[in-house]
């Protein structure tokens, strides 16, 4: 064990944390948001965020033409492909979980109340996602063009905060309130909130439960897709696996915060993202995932529900 | 109206007398042991010997799905960390062979035992959580035990340990590359075991405990059931299937590293138990056989068998959700639950 790097780089250790913990909220809201409505765990939706990852570089690549050697781009320019870049992992991520809803779970929804069933049939998405992508990839990994130069934008307590990192945080507090507003603020998040209270009176109640479930998925997928965009920013590279890896790791942030809780997300994200880069400078990177599962057990031995315990509607609190 | 095979499969057995029972039976094991007999015909696997596939991945996988059918199936726990006992009993075999010189007879009771005891931990500290926090939980107990055996640089770190030895000639049987038929006949008598145990804990104290269990935990508690007490068997009796499957694989495939015990294993045995219907041996024994037989026998296209694999996985959900052979007593609930939607 070793505190010096821990202490020496304790700020910019924080940041990296905190950007890394932001992927972790976007994706585990595909996790959350789904466990809140239908109580079940979206398996699949590792494979959405990796689908996004691909579809983010694709957009660079082949509709901007830009390929490894291009130059960063500036101004403008800059501005709309990233924007574009963004969209097109979003659009990708969130129809592809709007899909696996439609093949996955809807036809299992009305004919079995068995939960392993629907998750098998999620599993096996997965696997077909996973395994399709490996072929056509030939299990290479895919590097992106650098559209952002990566310079330092300003400096806290001795640490760089740089460009990528900046827009990650700022761009993710930006979509996890617009998100928290629609759950809270419209209509439709209104039904959302309603159906994860209680799933049979809300059908009673006259609620459409097939457009309320297609609106979650979409919208766990889009945030999911929103953080493949933001990892490619930051890491730059992805390939068919990627989805396992971060996957557990957001499902693992779920859990943490609560599942099923929007701001239950938030927490568990932020501090996996925290722990994983302390533990890693304290105990090095190759421990760094067991860390994440042993606080994870602490946290559920002593409290059961999570951080902020579990369901939507408690997310007014 | 549709056939369903596991009840005409029940219905002969209950219309038998004991000589009968004891005919079939004894015709049924026979015919096991002389599945290897198959390897010159249609079901031979192309590229991998179709004996070797009888053992592993065929014979391996059944006796692993039918331990974590006593966890899932039986009493409803969703474990999807199983893969933690099947290392733990592999790691066992390469540590004690290499440093003790012990010979896998001698092994397979201690890493049986040693799977049941990380079981009896694991277990005792997760068993109060529900349902899909314990399936977490078992999910990182699974990638702990991996990562673990990764890291430490005792026993080989990334390389694992190799050069486990074979098991010693018994009773005139040799275990080696020429005689890979033993070790089938091996994984049968063990698979054959543990259908009996199970079979005799099901009409028994533990198998009502965890049926009850299953339906409704708080019912079963009520009605004076341990329910932690018989959840914690539950875990330990999976536990030592999968120990029992760990050091078998290790002492056949000379070689373990850490990687080959990992996450996608658990979901493959859970995907076997639910694919062949959850609680119901037969149904998990058909639904292990098919599933880790077909991707061997379509090697032709090797490259997309795990992409059929997940193919069907999804095919098959939708078409018979309670898998293929379902438990009889859930296809009456289901009824009743229907006429009265």
Known sequence: MDFSVLTDQFASLTIDGVALGFIYVLIALGYTMVYGVLRLINFANSEVFMLGSFATILVATQIFNKNLESDPLTGFKLVYTMLAMLLGAMIVSGLVSVLIEIVAYRRLRSRTSNRLTSLISAIGVSIFLAEGVRILTSSAPMGTPRILEKNTLFTVFGADVRVDTFLVIIFAIILLIILDSFVNKTRLGKGIRAVSMDYDTSRLMGINLNKIISTTFLIGGLGTGAASFFYITVYEQTRFSIGFELGLAAFTAAVLGGIGNIRGAFAGGIALGLIEMYSSAVFGTQWRSITAFVILVLVLLFKPNGIFGESLQQARV | MNFNLRDWG????????????????????????????????????????????????????????????????????????????????????????????????????????????????????????????????????????????????????????????????????????????????????????????????????????????????????????????????????????????????????????????????????????????????????????????????????????????????????????????????????????????
Do not use: C
């Open chain 2, 10 to 341: 029940a219905s002969l057995w209950e219309k038998s007398n004991k000589w009968q029972r004891l005919a079939i039976g004894t015709s049924i094991v026979a015919l096991l042991f002389a599945v290897p007999l198959l390897e010159k015909t249609f079901f031979n696997t192309p590229s991998t010997p179709f004996v070797s596939v009888l053992f592993y991945p065929i014979g391996i996988y059944v006796l692993m799905a039918l331990g974590l059918n006593v966890v899932v199936g039986k009493s409803g726990l969703l474990d999807l960390g199983y893969v933690a006992f099947y290392a733990v009993g592999a790691y066992t075999a390469g540590i004690l062979s290499m440093h003790f010189k012990l010979n896998t007879w001698e092994i397979l009771p201690i890493g049986i035992l040693l799977a049941m005891f990380s079981g009896l931990i694991l277990g005792a500290a997760v068993l109060r959580l529900r349902g899909d926090y314990l399936a977490i939980v078992t999910l990182g107990f699974g990638e702990i035990i991996r990562i673990t055996a990764l890291n430490s640089a005792s026993v080989g770190g990334a390389n694992g340990i190799s050069g486990i030895p074979n098991p010693p000639t018994t009773f005139g049987l040799k275990f080696d590359l020429e005689n890979q038929v033993t070790y089938y006949w091996v994984i049968l008598v063990l698979i054959i075991i543990t259908i009996s145990i199970i079979r005799g804990l099901s009409v028994r104290r533990p198998g009502r405990a965890w049926e009850s269990i299953r339906q409704d935990e708080d019912v079963a508690e009520l009605m004076g059931v341990n329910t932690y007490k018989y959840k914690l068997w539950a875990f330990v009796f999976g536990a030592s299937v999968g120990g029992a499957a760990g050091v078998l694989f290790a002492s056949k495939a000379m070689f373990i590293a850490p990687n080959i015990f990992n996450y996608n294993i658990s979901i493959l045995i859970l995907a076997f138990v639910v694919f062949g219907g959850m609680g119901n041996i037969w149904g998990v024994v058909a639904g292990a056989v098919l599933l880790s037989y077909i991707p061997e026998r379509i090697r032709f296209i090797s490259d997309m068998r795990m992409l059929i694999f997940g193919l069907l996985l999804i095919i098959m959900m939708n078409l018979r959700p309670d898998g293929m052979l379902p438990r009889k007593k859930r296809e009456k609930i289901k009824q009743a639950g229907a006429s009265h939607e």
